[in-house]
């Protein structure tokens, strides 16, 4: 079940590499089936799993590279069956998100996103070391060449910066699991790569303390990159900015939950000790993080550079989740077990929640973002406020980013706020500053996200005024650092002839293809008209008003020309925001996941082996 | 039954006898120099324009060797030793001999279109790289210091020719001249450490050396020391060890493309199976000093090699500072080898070596048949010359994005099996630091690496260029690419059989270390 979720998208990715076929809805086509059913199995997946039973499931196992006790294992738990499902939707997602934003080399990226694809649900199912960093290095390079190929103006730079930066992280992590492998064999008894049997053998017979620290911190900074935790985010907001709308969704939605994952499989339970006594220095470093984005996000001027930024925030949340957990049980020596699960589980269900809810709502943000920028060749927040009232003009639209908006800051009732909510519950058991500094911080994020709509929705009333708006993008265009340089890159292919410095020259045939209104749209707000003759070419059939093109007073003013949101558009970011609302109402839907695995974890992670029986016993009810 | 006791009596009278077996375990060998000298025969006869066929005899010499080896190691496995205990037939030798012949039929394949376009003759190229593989094959396949001079000398002299093939080339010239030079110099060197050893010890072969050094108590003798630090640096400079690399970056950049490629992969292996073969079956009692001569040396030359390479502006001189940077991985392996108590940690150690140089052979070939096919096409070898390769040629650039993945180690390539095994060698033996080092120094590599990918797929391709590069067909270097990109596929998913044939070859080394020190 779980190789044929991994291996499906392979599956799609080499018939699309194949087909012999020009036409870009092909491989659309295709792409989006791939997904579909892997989504589908991702849901079968779920809703067959039992919730109440310990360990791991849908396990596969088979013997591999003997030579080194490496074996082919997968099985998911209660947080990777979560993690596997939201991957499945977001996957789903990105196809419908990228329908008509791709425009140029439409078959490479539909290969590159699959390919990224069986990375990230591989890393989340893969249940040994060996088959596990593969996974996790073959997420690394197609998402380069997302970023690197389809990315806005800074595209190579950020590419660059994001593969380096990430792998790193993951060399340190390959050193630590090879000095592990050798730490583990005495107690495992044979050389060994299994995940499972790794960590049931260190369960019983904890690692030398010294090498706890040492592990902690290699495979901690791998992670830590990944996540990104302060200090090591650098490569996030350049990569979030760059990548195109797809490579956002799954940057924010599943890859940055590879790091908190690495912490929850690899960190907490192989290294106990040295989790409980590194907890404070992490719990310090999510703070850091949670602070400093929200600040970060607060003067950003580019909608997609203050997302990013508020995820390193909300990543801290869960950074804090996990660690709280981890603190908790460093004290417990003298509690009962039953409030000792009762007291930590909280901190630990609220971090995977954060995970979930963050997928969900960031990557609707970030395809919200992708949608205006469609429309506008811009995500400066200013230029945007000055160009039109964007609120009456897609009312939909409006209403869904609003949805996604009000559950990134927390709005009970959406998904956003039972995680932070039970984060900050653990928080408070560890420190009440802690949890005092870590909500102060969601005011910024009310601050921040609701003055974004506010400018973004509720522009200019009134008629277009090109001046107003071309005046800001002049202002713009000679400083590089400024976001709104990113309307002047070869963004979608469309705008070669002008900008393409970076561009790869592309046959105009591809460029207007039939049936793909979206490039003609360009509305960047800084480039002269040079194609005054506007290609309204015929939409694809599902919505019948043709697209603007130019900052051209007359169309934008016209308002037919400034569509709501199209139907992949529409199917892309409907179901997320029903899914958040539903997840928001119901925690439990996915807390039932987490309970099982919590307590596994809290017995792992507790010192005292006659406490571990009675924790067993209460898993067992 | 017979022929066993006969080869023992052989050994035991050690008089200089040949017998028909001795010849049959140099199968391979001989099928390489009958070979060889077919071709130079057939080269003075054959019109010039019928002389590429010669490319397929010498493929089908190569094919040969490695079938004769195949047999050999499948049906006449345990250690044998033939001339006296000059030429030793076991499955480390067997081992290296398919690391050899793999790169001698890559090498064939890459040649002739780069040759053709330059006037380069193709015959002799062929008939010298022949002499070449054998000397190497004699390096991997020698009992005694004296077999290890002779094969080194006849892959190096053979090089030394090659690099100064393209005669109308000044750059060619040039880096045969400094090679040649540098060469004999780094060969005299050797030789004296060969003599202090024998002077020493009062043996020649390999596995009397370590008898002779636990019987007499020799291993804190300072003029053993001598003998084997010389002997460190004269291979040293076979495998372009920093700081004996000086010759390498001329020599490399001036040779004809394909025999850099066959340089940067053969007689370094060739060296590699050297140093094994004296440092652990000769002086395994002097392993607590080399292994930390090594260890430096491995960091100098992975360091140097990487650091450099990133300023280089021409492929092929990046691809030659990559190739020492590999050196230094592969010396990694050879470091760990210090904890002489465990014949599975020694194992590790010398499988790693095994292992990595055969990985290294593929992805560093295949590098260089896209630089040739490239520089067929674009004329020089420059990064610029490969500015929308993914456009012009989608699938040579996919290869290359493979093979320089792999280079880099990034999984699942081959590479990534072979650092991971390098480095798990390594920590095991408590070079943990080292390890950090290499892990570092595969972070600096990506940068370069890189680079190319990025220029491949992400610069664009000026207009004439698009208009003059057309992916035409060189069937050859195609078959080449092939069989290099899809051995890394299946080294990095399915290592197993490969690993386990590099655990065999490591074996009959901890055999002789087992009885030469007693246990």
Redesign the interface.
């Known amino acids: 079940m779980l190789s044929a979720m991994t291996y499906i998208p392979l599956i799609g990715a080499v018939i699309i590499a194949v087909l012999p076929t020009k036409n870009p809805n092909v491989f659309r086509w295709v792409a989006l089936l791939t997904t579909l059913v892997n989504f589908g199995l991702s849901l079968y997946t779920t809703l067959s799993f039992n919730r109440g039973q310990p360990g791991y499931q849908f396990e596969e196992k088979a013997n591999w590279i003997q030579p080194i006790g490496a074996g082919y294992h997968m099985g998911v738990d209660g947080v990777s069956v979560l993690m596997v499902q939201l991957n499945g939707l977001l996957f789903v997602l990105a196809v419908l998100a990228s329908w008509f934003s791709i425009q140029k080399r439409v078959r490479e990226y539909f290969v590159a996103l699959l390919i990224l694809n069986i990375g990230l649900v591989g890393v989340f199912c893969a249940l040994d070391f060996f088959l596990f960093y593969i996974f996790w290095e073959l997420v690394l390079i197609p998402m380069a060449i997302l970023i690197g190929v389809w990315g806005g103006a800074n595209r190579i730079y950020a590419a660059y910066k994001f593969f380096l930066y990430t792998l790193v992280g993951s060399l340190l992590m390959l050193v630590a699991i090879i000095a592990l492998y050798f730490q583990a064999q005495p107690l495992v008894g044979h050389f060994t790569l299994d995940i499972v049997e790794i960590t049931n053998a260190t369960a019983a017979h904890p690692l030398n303390y010294t090498f706890q620290v040492l592990a902690f911190l290699a495979f901690g900074s791998a992670f830590a990159i990944k996540v990104p935790l302060w200090p090591f985010h650098t490569w996030l907001p350049d990569a979030h900015t760059e990548a195109p709308t797809a490579g956002s969704v799954i940057l924010a939605g599943t890859m940055l939950k590879m790091g908190c994952y690495g912490f929850i499989r690899f960190n907490l339970p192989l290294f106990p000790d040295a989790s409980k006594d590194l907890a404070l220095l992490m719990i310090v470093l999510a703070l850091i993080a949670i602070v400093y984005g929200a600040m970060v996000a607060l003067v950003q001027p580019d909608m997609k550079k203050l997302v990013a930024y508020s995820s390193v925030s909300h990543m801290g949340f869960v950074i804090l989740g996990l660690f709280a957990f981890a603190y908790g049980l460093g004290g417990s020596s003298g509690q009962t077990t039953d409030a000792l699960l009762l007291k930590n589980s909280q901190a630990f269900e609220g971090a995977v929640f954060v995970m979930f809810a963050h997928g969900l709502l960031t990557g609707g943000l970030f395809l919200g973002v992708g949608v205006i920028y469609e429309r506008l060749h811009t995500r400066d927040i200013k230029t945007i406020q000055n160009t039109t009232r964007v609120a009456s003009r897609m009312p939909v639209y409006a209403t869904i980013f609003m949805l996604f908006a009000m559950g990134s800051l927390g709005l009970p009732g959406i998904a956003g706020f039972v995680g932070e909510f039970l984060v900050m519950q653990g928080a408070f058991r560890v420190n009440g500053w802690i949890a005092f500094v870590a909500s102060f911080v969601i005011i910024f994020a009310a601050i921040y996200l609701l003055w974004m709509y506010q400018r973004v929705f509720f522009g200019k009333v009134g008629d277009y005024d090109p001046a107003v708006a071309l005046g800001h993008g002049a202002g713009h265009e000679h400083t590089p650092d400024t976001p709104a340089t990113n309307q002047s890159g070869p963004a979608r292919g469309a705008d070669n002839s002008a900008h393409g410095q970076h561009g790869l020259p592309m046959p105009d045939s591809e460029k207007y293809g039939s049936g793909t209104g979206l490039d003609t749209n360009r509305v960047g707000t800084d480039t002269l008209p040079e194609k005054g003759s506007g290609h309204a070419t015929p939409h694809a059939g599902h919505d019948n008003t043709a697209h603007g093109h130019h900052p051209d007073p007359d169309i934008l003013a016209n308002g037919a020309k400034f569509p709501d949101l199209n139907l992949p558009e529409g199917l892309a970011l409907i179901p997320m925001g029903i899914l958040a609302i539903v997840v928001g109402v119901v925690p439990a839907l996915v807390l039932d996941f987490l309970t099982v695995s919590g307590s596994n974890l809290a017995v792992t992670m507790v010192e005292h082996s006659d406490k571990l029986a009675a924790i067993v016993q209460l898993v067992g009810k | 039954m017979s022929l066993l006791t006969h080869t023992l009596l052989q050994i035991s009278t050690a008089k200089p006898s040949f017998s028909g077996d001795d010849l049959y375990r140099v199968l391979p060998e001989l099928i390489v120099l009958v070979m060889a000298v077919l071709v130079v025969i057939l080269d003075l006869f054959l019109p010039i324009r019928s002389r590429p066929a010669l490319g397929y005899l010498a493929i089908l010499g190569y094919a040969g060797a490695l079938v004769a080896t195949g047999f050999l190691f499948y049906y006449d496995n345990p250690t044998k030793t033939s001339f006296s205990g000059m030429f030793v037939r076991d499955s480390f030798s067997s081992f290296f001999e398919i690391i050899f012949l793999v790169s001698g039929i890559l090498v064939v394949l890459v040649t002739p279109s780069y040759s053709l376009k330059r006037g380069i003759p193709l015959g002799e190229t062929y008939a010298i790289q022949a002499f070449s593989v054998l000397g190497m094959m004699i390096v991997g396949a020698s009992g005694d210091l004296m077999a290890i001079f002779v094969g080194i000398e006849l892959t190096s002299i053979a090089s030394y020719l090659l690099t100064g093939f393209a005669r109308t080339d000044p750059g060619s010239a040039e880096g045969s001249l400094k090679y040649f030079l540098l060469g004999i110099f780094a060969t005299a060197i050797m030789v004296y450490g060969m003599a202090w050893t024998f002077g020493i010890t009062g043996s020649t072969n390999l596995a009397a050396i370590s008898q002779s050094i636990t019987q007499n108590n020799l291993a804190g003798d300072a003029g053993l020391t001598l003998g084997m630090l010389l002997m460190v640096v004269g291979f040293g400079f076979k495998i372009a060890a920093v700081p004996f690399h000086v010759w390498t970056p001329d020599a490399y950049e001036g040779a004809p493309t394909p025999v850099t490629a066959f340089m940067s992969v053969g007689p370094k292996a060739a060296g590699f199976a050297a140093l094994l073969r004296v440092l652990i079956q000769a002086l395994p009692a002097l392993a607590v000093q080399w292994s930390v001569i090594i260890a430096v040396l491995a960091v100098l030359t992975m360091t140097l090699g990487n650091v450099v390479a990133i300023a280089q502006n021409s492929v092929k001189r990046m691809l030659a500072y990559s190739s020492i940077a590999h050196t230094g991985y592969i010396m990694v392996g050879l470091a760990a080898y210090l904890n002489t108590n465990s014949p599975d940690k020694q194992n590790d150690a010398i499988s790693s070596v095994l292992i990595y140089s055969l990985i290294y052979v593929f992805m560093n070939m295949g590098a260089f048949a896209i630089l040739i096919y490239v520089q067929n096409r674009q004329g020089g070898a420059e990064v610029n010359t490969f500015n929308?390769l993914a456009?012009w040629a989608p699938g040579m650039a996919l290869a290359m994005a493979w093979c320089l993945?792999s280079l880099t180690g990034?999984?699942?390539t081959g590479g990534?099996l072979g650092k991971?095994?390098v480095?798990?060698a390594a920590?095991?033996n408590g070079y943990?630091w080292l390890?950090?080092v290499g892990?570092?120094n595969?972070?600096i590599s990506?940068?370069f690496y890189?680079r190319i990918i990025?220029t491949m797929?992400?610069n664009?391709?000026s207009?004439e260029d698009?208009a003059r590069l057309q992916p035409s067909k060189s069937t050859l270097i195609a078959t080449g690419v092939v069989i290099a990109s899809v051995a890394l596929l299946v080294l990095g998913i399915?290592?197993?059989p490969a690993?386990?044939l590099a655990?065999d070859g490591a074996d009959p080394l901890i055999q002789v270390v087992k009885t030469a020190t007693g246990r």
């Open positions: 929308g456009q993945l990034i999984p699942p990534f991971f095994y480095f798990r920590i095991d943990t390890a950090l892990v570092i595969s972070a990506a940068f890189l990025y797929y992400f664009p391709i207009d698009k399915l290592p197993g690993l386990d655990r």
